[in-house]
């Protein structure tokens, strides 16, 4: 007799999730955007205006909200594409975080990756990246408008 796992179904679903974030300005209105595809083809994207704070708060923001939709719809492996060579390194702990203001969304993310099962970062170029930032854009505008 086999006993089900803690951590879901093995296997669970898998996705891409394309994150952006940025401020006008460094601080100034901010905000992130994220573009996600799972498996099946099906696509979700999430926005949001996050006030006035820095762009790698930012990007942290669009990390943590891809993460945290892959968390509540059964992810169990993740793949993230982000153009901050910042946020990618300090998530594979190449590089260490020294900000203050990071190391709590820092901390957040981790506890959601491992929550997740098996995430990956991966660093793209910008171009590669359109739909994250097109959405991050429309955010930082909804942000600069309130």
């Known amino acids: 007799m086999s006993q089900p ?3 879901g179904p093995p296997g669970g679903r898998s996705a891409r999730a394309n994150v952006d974030g940025g401020s006008r300005g460094n601080p100034g209105p901010a905000g992130y955007g994220v573009r996600i595809e799972e498996e099946d083809g099906t696509v979700v994207e999430l926005k949001e205006s996050i006030g006035r704070t820095t762009n ?8 943590i909200a ?4 892959a968390a509540a719809n059964g992810v169990s492996k993740l793949h993230v594409r982000a153009d901050s060579d910042l946020l990618v390194k300090q998530m594979r702990g190449e590089y260490r975080v020294k900000s203050p203001g990071l ?6 993310a981790r506890a ?3 929550q997740i099962g098996h995430v990956t970062f991966e660093h793209v170029r910008r171009e ?3 739909d994250a930032d097109r959405l991050a854009n429309e955010a930082m505008d909804e942000a600069a408008a309130g």
Do not use: D, H, I, T
């Open 66 to 69: 891809a993460l945290r939709w």
């Open 112 to 114: 959601l990756a491992r």
């Open 56 to 63: 790698n708060v930012a990007e942290y923001s669009g990390l």
């Open 128 to 130: 590669f990246n359109k």
């Open 103 to 108: 190391q709590p969304l820092f901390e957040q």
């Open 5 to 7: 796992s803690l951590f």
